[in-house]
């Protein structure tokens, strides 16, 4: 579809997308250089270490997650109650193993939290969008 859009990039549909993904990479590499610099041991102190296995696991579990969303087609599955359905497919198993697995190895273990967020949110996402605002997801 880019390709036989036949505009000069300032017209494009597709700049603004781009401006704003250009900004969230320059404040995202700003935060993580105050995360490691706040976290970085001094040269009088030398108790205190940055911990890179965690950025490590976190980035693996987001790599997987975005792999799984990419390279895994699942059936949809539609679940209908009267006359409100909803359709589970990739997005909604992906992100609840990904919440599921990154609030356990952040240290939840509150059965209730561990169960309830990483079933809501996708339910509660995919309501909002595909059938409130009509937006696919991925």
């Known amino acids: 579809y880019n390709h036989s859009f036949n505009k000069d990039i300032s017209q494009s549909p597709y700049l603004f997308p781009f401006v704003i993904s250009v900004f969230f990479v320059i404040l995202s590499c700003s935060l993580m250089y105050q995360g490691i610099k706040l976290t970085m041991p001094e040269e009088s102190d030398t108790t205190k270490s940055f911990d890179f296995k965690s950025v490590i696991v976190v980035l693996v579990l987001s790599v997987l997650y975005y792999l799984f969303l990419s390279w895994h087609p699942i059936p949809f599955i539609t679940i209908g109650f009267v006359k409100f359905t909803i359709t589970i497919a ?6 609840l193993l990904y ?15 561990l169960l309830l967020v990483p079933i809501l949110t996708p339910i509660l996402l995919s309501v909002t969008f595909r059938i409130m605002l009509h937006v696919m997801l991925p």
């Open 99 to 113: 919440l599921f697995s990154m609030l356990f190895y952040l240290g939840v273990r509150k059965i209730p939290v």
């Open 90 to 95: 990739n997005f909604e198993i992906a992100t």
